[in-house]
């Protein structure tokens, strides 16, 4: 279940959260019951795990069912492109110079990279993003020039690493006095389309550090 933050508004710096809620896979069928009911489009109950709880817990409300509000809850049967609808706005507000941050978040095993990157039937938030800044930038009528560069970076057990370079070192924090806090030797790639950044995606998601997890068999730390 990754949790999806993103700016609320363009006027605030408020957090934006979404539930996505993943089906169980054939094993977690096999041994487990699903927990998460989802209500509507913004509530979401944790049920109590320990089934041994008799009469008077439940009625004394002795239980650890919870119920949780979120700006957006997605039940098991959505699609990614049904939780990008929903951040879109904030994705559009990038080439008005806006900033915007978009991340999932999870245990191993929760889906965070199905949910950024996806399938090609089922592309993800990532993917969906990129379409939508070079569609907005190819269609701007006004007389801005625009940018596009491109960086991506991985932190595997508290070390930093540069995907775009063959053979990264560790890279390290620094406080810089014009940009503030930047990661030092940090790659940066000017790009056309969104069809090179998805290429420098792949290239980097093929350099990603895994390792094999009773939840994932190739889980990045």
Do not use: W
């Not at 927990?35 to 002795?62: A, E, G, H, M, T």
């Not at 000017?190 to 950044?197: P, T």
């Amino acid at each position: 279940m990754p949790t999806i933050r993103a700016p609320a508004s363009k006027k605030t710096a408020t957090l934006l959260v979404a539930v996505k809620c993943r089906p169980l896979t054939e094993a977690e069928r096999r041994h487990c019951r699903h927990i998460i009911q989802v209500i509507d489009k913004k509530n979401v109950v944790v049920l109590d795990p320990d089934l041994s709880k008799d009469y008077l817990d439940l009625i004394q409300n002795r239980t650890k069912e919870r119920r949780y509000s979120f700006d957006h809850v997605f039940a098991p049967g959505c699609v990614n492109a049904d939780v990008y609808k929903n951040i879109s706005s904030t994705i559009a507000g990038v080439i008005q110079g806006l900033n915007a941050t978009v991340f999932a978040y999870g245990s191993t095993g929760s889906g965070k990279t199905y949910t950024m990157v996806g399938t090609r039937n089922d592309p993800g938030l990532m993917v969906l993003s990129l379409h939508t800044i070079f569609d907005l930038i190819k269609n701007d009528e006004s007389s801005d020039t625009f940018e596009v560069t491109c960086s991506y970076l991985e932190v595997y057990n508290e070390v930093i690493y540069d995907l775009l370079e063959k053979s990264s070192g560790h890279l390290e924090l620094r406080e810089d006095p014009q940009h503030g806090i930047i990661v030092a030797g940090l790659r940066s790639i000017k790009v056309q389309s969104a069809d090179k950044i998805l290429e420098l995606l792949n290239l980097g998601n093929s350099r990603r550090k895994t390792e094999s997890t009773e939840a994932n068999a190739t889980s990045s730390r």
